[in-house]
């Protein structure tokens, strides 16, 4: 037997890991807070209803993390302010972030997080790190899909230009 068998929870982070879920548990604080700006900003029910659902998916997320971190003698990042709640009528017209554009960036950010957790599970050498997010991997796929079938059904998607390539063309 190896070093690294037997329990992982045992095992020690390599310095990989430990970056990586450090940066992860960073970058969710940061959008916690920015989910909760964003709410603020939101006029349609659905859309609230789904930043709802992201921020607190990312502070489950960060809760897990900040025990992974602490385990491990590792230091957490800093925490933004909690935002506070805000009326959409109190946020000038021209200050406002429109629906369709915290829509797009939340369904950039989960791109973003989805790649963030692909690349944390293939560098794992620890399985609980791994597993922990190939979960979180697959809450994000969920959040993100209904992210895109919100953005269809309001009309909020904007495709790049669509191929129709037809064989009889050539």
Known sequence: MGILSGNPTNEPMHYGEVFAVWSFLSVSKGLIAGYQTQLNHAGDADLKKILEEAIEAGQ????????LLKENGIGLPPTPPERPKASLNDIPTGARFLDPEIATALSTN???????????????????????????????????????????????????????HKADDC
């Open 60 to 67: 489950r997320e960060s809760k897990e993390i900040e025990a």
């Open 110 to 164: 989960i791109a973003a997080g989805l790649v963030a957790c692909s690349t944390i599970m293939g560098q794992s050498i620890r399985e609980d790190i791994a597993m922990l997010f190939g979960q979180f991997h697959t809450q994000k796929a969920q959040l993100g899909a209904k992210v895109l079938r919100l953005t269809k059904e309001k009309g909020w998607l904007v495709p790049p230009p669509l191929h129709h």
